[in-house]
């Protein structure tokens, strides 16, 4: 049930793109996407639900296909804040108790 | 800062000891999580508090054991410690614990068993 993410990690030049990317086996309720800094919590950025519109703030969005059961996360023009470790945590349908599935996180880091 | 308070910060003991880790959800909230975070298993999912039940159960040990409490927060007891049971644990709460909810997660407690 663990979803698979991808890649396992990516340097990026301040200023430059990315996207990281979540799939899961099982038919997908809702995507959370989390950004980690190492020791510390991980902080929650977005959420995504079945039937729902492509999220965003800032400079960082994502999406949600449906139909292949992957959700992705952009990351436009990146900031030195942007390094850590990206997580997404999945909900199915089968769900109980409503407990995230995470991957097991994407590291970026990015450069000056 | 999610408004979660998790303590100890850290906790250092020795095998076959028992601690017991303390959350306090935000304001409001009805749920609680608990995670385990290891460097070989990532982030795992332990067990779901909601309104003083129990939702749900993930990869929790028999050793292991929580509880939510009528004020909301919750309590972590790991009994019988071995060494494999080091690992940064978190909880998390959300409003009341469903699928569209967020879960802000608490600093978590770092332990270390020896």
């Known amino acids: 049930q663990q979803p698979v993410q991808s890649p396992q990690a990516v340097i990026l030049r301040e200023g430059e793109d990315a996207v990281i990317n979540c799939s899961s086996s099982?038919?997908?309720?809702?995507v959370h996407w989390y950004r980690q800094k190492h020791g510390e919590a991980p902080v929650f950025l977005m959420i995504?639900?079945?039937?729902?519109e492509q999220k965003g703030h800032d400079k960082i969005s994502a999406s949600f296909n449906e139909k292949k059961q992957q959700s992705s996360l952009y990351l436009t023009a990146s900031q030195l804040s942007y390094s850590g470790t990206y997580f997404c945590?999945?909900?199915?349908?089968?769900?109980?108790?409503?407990?995230?599935?995470f991957g097991k996180g994407t590291s970026l880091l990015v450069t000056p | 800062d999610s408004g979660v308070t998790q303590t100890p910060k850290h906790l250092i003991t020795a095998t076959g000891q028992r601690v017991t880790l303390r959350c306090s959800p935000r304001?409001?909230?009805?749920?609680v999580y608990w995670y385990q975070q290891s460097l070989d298993q990532g982030l795992q999912f332990l067990i779901h508090?909601?309104?003083?039940?129990?939702?749900a159960k993930g990869n929790i040990l028999e050793r292991f054991s929580a509880q939510q409490f009528p004020d909301l927060h919750s309590e972590l007891n790991l009994s019988s410690l071995e060494l494999g049971d080091s690992a940064l644990y978190f909880c998390?709460?959300?409003?009341?614990?469903?699928?569209?909810?967020?879960?802000?997660f608490g600093p978590g407690t770092r332990l270390t068993v020896l």
């Open positions: 998390a709460s959300s409003v009341w614990g469903g699928r569209d909810n967020e879960q802000f």
């Open positions: 099982k038919a997908l309720y809702s």
């Open positions: 945590g999945t909900m199915n349908g089968s769900n109980s108790g409503y407990a995230l599935n």
């Open positions: 995504l639900l079945k039937g729902g």
């Open positions: 304001s409001g909230d009805l749920s």
């Open positions: 508090y909601y309104n003083g039940e129990e939702r």
